[in-house]
Nanobody, 120 residues
Framework: QVQLVESGGGLVQPGGSLRLSCATS????????MGWYRQVPGKQRELVAT???????NYGDSVKGRFTISRDNVKDTVYLQMNSLKPEDTAVYYC??????????????WGQGTQVTVSS
């Protein structure tokens, strides 16, 4: 069982920055893709950014050029640096990771989410 714990959310003014972290725990054979998604009430969860184990990245159109995803494969942790934040970035941000468990079973895990609020 793989657990993901997000941290770093909070309240920030428009134009400000925040850095989210997502740490993994539990037993697994490997972690493949890691990523961040966000959701506001009444809307579907949307892609923010993903990163493969090799470092290839993919971003949602609304965050390109402002957000940067990175990961530490030794610590099995993924980060999201968010710059030039806008009120429309307000959402609950969820961490996601997939890979293989100790018995080579596939897993796809989600964190509990961390609130990001962009407001003056």
């Amino acid at each position: 069982q793989v657990q993901l714990v997000e941290s770093g959310g909070g309240l920030v003014q428009p134009g400000g920055s925040l850095r989210l972290s997502c740490a993994t725990s539990g037993t697994f054979f490997s972690i493949d893709d890691m990523g961040w998604y966000r959701q506001v009430p009444g809307k579907q969860r949307e892609l923010v950014a993903t990163i493969t184990s090799g470092g290839s990245t993919n971003y949602g159109d609304s965050v390109k050029g402002r957000f940067t995803i990175s990961r530490d494969n030794v610590k099995d942790t993924v980060y999201l640096q968010m710059n030039s934040l806008k009120p429309e970035d307000t959402a609950v941000y969820y961490c996601n990771a997939d890979g293989y468990g100790p018995g080579y079973e596939r897993f796809d895990s989600w964190g509990q989410g961390t609130q990001v609020t962009v407001s003056s």
